[in-house]
């Protein structure tokens, strides 16, 4: 390994902005992730992000705010939460949640199978017991039984516009499940219209966060939607819709 792919440690930018720093461990985890990431982009397109100040930002940082909230990571994540991580692709935000948050249980979903065998090695190199792979589509997998209504927690980050998100989210959580959509730029128009397709999933907006990004300091923002009744048996619809026809 060289020098120029030594990730950065910013243990006082961690405790700052989430009030939360890596062990050693971790850290040797995020470095090996980002390692075995430049390794397998070399074969598959994994990600744009390759310098260490960029990945330890967008990807490790980003992934860890969005669960967390009042400085603090989600509070039914460290009781052991399960989650999925709908079109992680290079594992995220599944990979460093699971990693950072080590009670709670994630299904990395990608509809990719070369990302999937990628992935499936990266767990057992990083030793990550509590994180499993899964592959399909979004909207087939929310319409399976063994899947729909039983996950605590859904991320989903850089896959659809939001509409799309929340209805690939909203059939895989359980009643008062919480799905958290990672976005860059949003604006209350946006609310407006994704409102009215929440409201149909049989969820609601239970919050809005904007934030800035400790480095480049890009705006960036997560939208954390609440299940307060059952989906309709008609959403996810069909492979391609949600994206055709977005609610
Ligand atoms: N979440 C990651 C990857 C985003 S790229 C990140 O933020 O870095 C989008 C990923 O979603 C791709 O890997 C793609 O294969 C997957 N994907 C797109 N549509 C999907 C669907 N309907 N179901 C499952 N995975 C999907």
């Known amino acids: 390994m060289t020098n120029d792919n030594l990730l950065p440690q910013m243990a006082e930018i961690w405790q700052q902005t989430l009030n939360w720093q ?5 850290q040797e ?3 090996r992730l980002y390692e075995l990431i430049l390794e397998g982009n070399l074969q598959l397109n994994l990600t744009r992000i390759t310098d260490p100040l960029e990945f330890w930002e967008k990807h490790l940082w980003d992934s860890l705010r969005g669960i967390t909230t009042q400085m603090q990571f989600i509070p039914s994540l460290q009781a052991g939460a399960s989650v999925i991580d709908i079109g992680t692709g290079a594992g995220f935000p599944g990979i460093p949640v699971a ?15 070369k990302k999937i065998t990628f992935l499936d090695k990266v767990l057992t190199e990083l030793t990550l017991t509590n994180t499993k792979t899964l592959i399909g ?3 087939e997998i929310g319409q399976q039984l063994q899947q729909r209504q039983t996950y605590d927690i859904a991320l989903i980050r850089a896959v659809g516009t939001a509409s799309v998100c929340a209805e690939y989210a909203l059939p895989l959580l359980k009643q008062s499940g919480l799905a958290i959509i990672y976005r860059g730029n949003w604006t209350e128009n946006e609310t407006t219209a994704l409102e009215n397709a929440v409201n149909q999933l049989g969820g609601v907006i239970e919050s809005i966060e904007a ?9 960036r923002h997560c ?10 048996a008609s959403f996810p619809r069909t492979v391609g819709l949600p994206s055709q026809k977005p609610l």
């Open 22 to 26: 890596p062990t050693v461990q971790q």
């Open 29 to 31: 985890q995020f470095q």
């Open 99 to 113: 990693l950072a948050v080590p009670n709670c249980t994630v299904t990395l979903l990608d509809s990719t199978r």
């Open 137 to 139: 589509r979004a909207e």
């Open 211 to 219: 934030f800035t990004t400790p480095l480049s300091e890009s705006i």
């Open 223 to 232: 939208l954390y939607l609440r299940k307060v009744a059952p989906t309709s």
